[in-house]
């Protein structure tokens, strides 16, 4: 080949470098358009948004920085962060004839050992036996995040149980 057809691919190549690092830098690939869409959509705005955000491998280029912040503010330390994986609506199976296990959980991080589910509620009142599926599905820190911190409508259900579950807000944690 040419060595002027070499030198000009080289140069190509370190400028696709330089514009890449400077798109991972400014987290320029994140278009905040393309995920929004309903102000009151758990599923295709809120939950997703969030989800894009805690993702270590999401557009924002910032690997787990936010999803850090996350874990510190929500005070999980028992999940490796470079490690996690995000899900939006992570399918668990059909729900069973008794209501306590299967469907989908709004958001889950794993890293391969330990899991948080969140329970996403903006507006939507809570499907049955809803936490107590999630709980079921696997061992993990359950999170049921609503506008105020409101409690579930399963309380006494799940206290009987002994589930532990964290209450958050958007009013408080995820704004913060």
Not at 40 to 54: C, G, M, N, Q, T
Not at 118 to 147: D, P, W
Request: charged share 30%; proline share 1%; glycine share 6%.
């Amino acid at each position: 080949m040419d060595k002027k057809i070499i030198n000009l691919l080289t140069q190509i190549t370190d400028i696709t470098r330089s514009y890449d690092r400077l798109k991972k830098l400014t987290g320029e690939r994140l278009n905040l358009f393309s995920l929004l869409r309903s102000d009151s959509d758990e599923v295709h705005l809120h939950s997703k948004f969030i989800a894009e955000l805690l993702n270590p491998s999401g557009k924002h280029d910032q690997g787990p920085l936010f999803l850090d912040l996350f874990f510190e503010i929500f005070e999980i330390t028992d999940i490796n962060s470079s490690k996690s994986k995000v899900f939006v609506e992570y399918y668990t199976g059909v729900i069973s004839n008794d209501g306590k296990r299967g469907g989908n959980i709004d958001i889950l991080i794993d890293d391969g050992i330990n899991c948080v589910k969140i329970e996403n509620k903006i507006y939507a009142g809570e499907q049955h036996n809803q936490l107590l599926r999630y709980h079921n599905f696997r061992s993990g820190r359950l999170v049921f995040l609503t506008l105020y911190g409101k409690t579930s409508d399963m309380e006494s259900t799940l206290s009987n149980l002994n589930i532990e579950y964290d209450k958050r807000s958007y009013k408080e944690d995820i704004i913060n």
